[in-house]
């Protein structure tokens, strides 16, 4: 059985800083790309960070600088260190693992609130 835990989430003060752990099992998890996205009340779910089989990594714009994404494949988890948090950083933060080979497989978590204010 496939599953993704997130954990870590929480509330903080703007300015401060979290850290997002996502733990999978049930899948060759270093064969997949991992993600994590968000999403805000009233808005789409948006890419925050992904990291590929590789290592090589991605952020989106709002992030960058601030976030930072990394996997360790022996324990298989990835995580999200969040630093320098806004108050518009305040969303649901899922993580995802995705694997393409001829089709695309995407598995989901259940996801995290991460809420910043003062």
């Known amino acids: 059985q496939v599953q993704l835990v997130e954990s870590g989430g929480g509330l903080v003060q703007p300015g401060g800083s979290l850290t997002l752990s996502c733990g999978a099992s049930?899948?060759?998890?270093?064969?997949?790309?991992m993600s994590w996205y968000r999403q805000a009340p009233g808005k789409e779910r948006e890419l925050v960070a992904r990291i590929a089989t590789t290592g090589s990594t991605t952020y989106a714009d709002s992030v960058k600088g601030r976030f930072t994404i990394s996997r360790e494949n022996a324990k298989n988890t990835v995580a999200l260190q969040m630093n320098s948090l806004k108050v518009e950083d305040t969303a649901v933060y899922y993580c995802?693992?995705?694997?393409?080979?001829?089709?695309?497989?995407?598995?989901w978590g259940q996801g995290t609130q991460v809420t910043v204010s003062s």
């Open positions: 049930g899948f060759s998890f270093s064969r997949y790309v």
């Open positions: 995802s693992a995705e694997w393409t080979y001829f089709t695309t497989t995407k598995y």
